[in-house]
């Protein structure tokens, strides 16, 4: 269970200014969705939060102690695309995750190590509805299930803190309020902090516990050497939770809750024929 901490943060590249002073705690298991306009910073804040990239001013705690300066499996990652590796089938793509972490310089597992593995594996893409697909290569797979199998590939490693740049970003709606179930599943799971960014305000409020906006209040060219994005909303969508609680869909929803689709995923991977 992971908190992180931000300190009046603030993040220069040359002479422009893209976050200005931001201070933010998240609870542990809070599920932030990061929205904004074009540019304000987002995808900056996530991969300062990745340790691929340093703040020029403040400071990131998680739990309490410094960040650390590289990336690490407390940390697992999805991108919009390309989160996978097109030359390993399913299973070896979310076998690798487990083998470079614990075989960092030969990249391989063997013997019974290697058979716990695959078998944690195996359970896992079943776990992400791909059960059935363990020997295809990424290119035979739709959007949907790529984006599944990303998931799959990050949780492997158990991360803390999943940091996701607009993953379902690319997939057509039906097939991303599939994913959202499958998102929300795991998040119950996995006692995973998730920080999120979206263009998308209805998937923010259908995912998130919290919704934190950042917006450039002066954005004119002379004005970004000077001013950078802050905090402009700062949303509590489930107030009521407490951290470390699994949240659970309420037999009778309210006209507040998120929507909850029910019924076979539009990508499941029986309905593909690829
Ligand atoms: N490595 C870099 N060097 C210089 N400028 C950068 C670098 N990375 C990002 N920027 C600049 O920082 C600003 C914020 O970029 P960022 O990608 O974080 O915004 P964003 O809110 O995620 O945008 P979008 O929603 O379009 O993805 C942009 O003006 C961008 O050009």
Known sequence: M????????????GDQIVLEDISLDFTPRSFIALVGPSGCGKTTFLRILLSEETVTRGEVLIDGKPIAREPGADRGVVFQRYSVFPHLTVLG?????????????????????RRQVEEEARAL?????????????????????QQRLALAQAIMRKPKIL??????????????ADIHQLMLKLWNSCEMTVVMVTHDLKEAFTLATRIIAFERRRNRPEEKARYGATIAKDIEVWPTRIAGKTRQASPTPGRD????PSGPGRDDPALQTA
């Open 125 to 145: 893409i079943e776990e992400v509805g791909l059960k059935g697909a363990e020997d295809k290569y990424p290119a035979a797979l739709s959007g949907g299930m």
């Open 93 to 113: 793509n979310v076998v690798l995750a487990a083998e470079m972490e614990e075989a960092p310089f030969t990249g391989r597992l063997f013997g019974p190590r």
């Open 2 to 13: 992971t908190a992180i901490s931000v300190h009046h943060l603030w993040k220069e590249y």
């Open 257 to 260: 809750d998120p929507a909850i």
């Open 163 to 176: 940091l996701l740049d607009e993953p379902f970003g690319a997939l057509d709606p039906g097939i991303r």
